[in-house]
């Protein structure tokens, strides 16, 4: 019988890995038939910017974070950029050390335009180190563990 703890993706105790798994930022989008478009996080220095102020990560081991000021490209403006922003409902976003999250399109469509689900290169005025996660997904709404908090976004891929 199917188990969500055999879907890494599922909520699940988790020790936060301090490491990035390489030092390259660059990222790919998976289409639905499986082809890869390439990207880097240079790309969202051109695009429209949004903001997601007051974010905390709350690690339960190590505790809570922030608030931050994170900006970036908002994941729906990025899809729609890419003529993606009807290909799919979900999206899975994940990390080269296997960490990930989905977000589906109903998410994306009511974001709050004062905290949205961001593809984030920047923290507090800064730009995002690799070290800290460039690029990381900030999904301001969750509040309870840091698990949809995906640093070194490698993959985003389209589920339909
Ligand atoms: N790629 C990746 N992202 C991750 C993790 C991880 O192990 N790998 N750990 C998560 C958890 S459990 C926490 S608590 C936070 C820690 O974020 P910080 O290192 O910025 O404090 O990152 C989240 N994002
Ligand atoms: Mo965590």
Same mark, same amino acid.
């Given at each position: 019988?199917?188990?969500?703890?055999?879907? *890494?993706?599922? *909520?699940?105790?988790? %020790?936060?890995?301090?490491? *990035?798994?390489?030092?390259?930022?660059?990222?790919?989008?998976?289409?639905?038939? &499986?082809?890869?478009?390439?990207?880097? #996080?240079?790309?969202?220095?051109?695009?429209? !910017?949004?903001?997601?102020?007051?974010?905390?990560? $709350?690690?339960? @081991?190590?505790?809570?974070? @922030?608030?931050?000021?994170?900006?970036?490209?908002?994941?729906?403006?990025?899809?729609?950029?890419? &003529?993606?922003?009807?290909?799919?409902?979900?999206?899975?976003? $994940?990390? %080269?050390? +296997?960490? +990930?999250?989905? $977000?589906?399109?109903?998410?994306?469509?009511?974001?709050?335009? /004062?905290?949205?689900?961001?593809?984030?290169?920047?923290?507090?005025?800064? #730009?995002?180190?690799? !070290?800290? &996660?460039? /690029?990381?997904?900030?999904?301001?709404?969750?509040?309870?563990?840091?698990?949809?908090?995906?640093?070194? $976004?490698?993959?985003?891929? /389209?589920?339909?």
């Amino acid at each position: 019988m199917p188990n969500s703890s055999d879907d *890494p993706l599922a *909520p699940h105790a988790h %020790e936060p890995n301090p490491d *990035p798994p390489s030092s390259d930022a660059s990222f790919m989008v998976q289409l639905s038939d &499986g082809r890869c478009l390439g990207c880097s #996080p240079e790309l969202l220095k051109s695009l429209p !910017r949004s903001v997601s102020a007051n974010v905390f990560i $709350v690690s339960t @081991g190590h505790g809570t974070s @922030g608030p931050f000021r994170f900006e970036g490209v908002t994941l729906a403006d990025f899809m729609a950029f890419l &003529g993606l922003g009807e290909a799919f409902s979900k999206l899975e976003i $994940v990390s %080269e050390d +296997g960490f +990930g999250t989905r $977000v589906t399109k109903g998410e994306l469509e009511k974001n709050d335009p /004062l905290s949205p689900i961001l593809l984030a290169d920047r923290i507090d005025n800064r #730009p995002l180190s690799r !070290r800290a &996660g460039l /690029l990381r997904l900030i999904v301001p709404s969750e509040r309870d563990d840091a698990l949809r908090q995906v640093k070194w $976004v490698y993959r985003i891929r /389209l589920l339909i």
